[in-house]
């Protein structure tokens, strides 16, 4: 082979060598020009109502009527302190409401721990309200003794509600 003939076909190897790389760098600078991700999602409300020390997830319980000692006699009302313990976990802004899903022969008051007693109604009452994240609320019971007697072993029927505010 010749010393020209050799130079030509070095050339072109080279010129094919320079087209590549060229073609190939232009190809790499245009994907990494036109590739765009977007991501796009939404999130929905999320709440789960659970009772403490259990993984139920019903919305109702029983709370059973005890029977009063001399000490509830002197203040006037039976009072059971977390007689319920319900756990909260939401994403958004929640209320938890309690109602009676029927009269009962005796009256009842109801608060979240630490509030106020107020008289429970089938309308409901809101014991409790929050924004996302995950609580534990205690739920206080408390009936007024008067001058009737007290149905001990009457079950009180109670539904817990969870709403988005």
Request: some cysteine; glycine content about 6%; overall charge neutral.
């Amino acid at each position: 082979m010749t010393r020209r003939r050799l130079f030509r076909s070095s050339r072109w190897v080279w010129i094919g060598c320079l087209l590549t790389a060229f073609l190939a760098a232009g190809s790499v600078a245009a994907i990494q020009r036109s590739v765009t991700v977007q991501a796009h999602w939404r999130v929905l409300p999320y709440q789960v109502l659970q009772f403490v020390d259990t993984d139920d997830d019903a919305s109702a319980a029983v709370y059973i009527i005890r029977e009063p000692t001399a000490r509830d006699w002197e203040k006037g009302s039976m009072e059971d302190e977390y007689a319920f313990r319900l756990r909260v976990v939401s994403n958004t802004s929640w209320k938890l409401q309690v109602t009676r899903p029927s009269a009962a022969q005796v009256a009842v008051e109801i608060r979240g721990h630490g509030s106020r007693y107020a008289p429970l109604t089938q309308d409901g009452l809101v014991v409790a309200a929050g924004a996302n994240g995950s609580y534990e609320i205690g739920i206080d019971i408390r009936i007024p003794l008067g001058q009737d007697s007290v149905p001990v072993g009457e079950p009180l029927n109670l539904v817990f509600t969870l709403m988005s505010l």
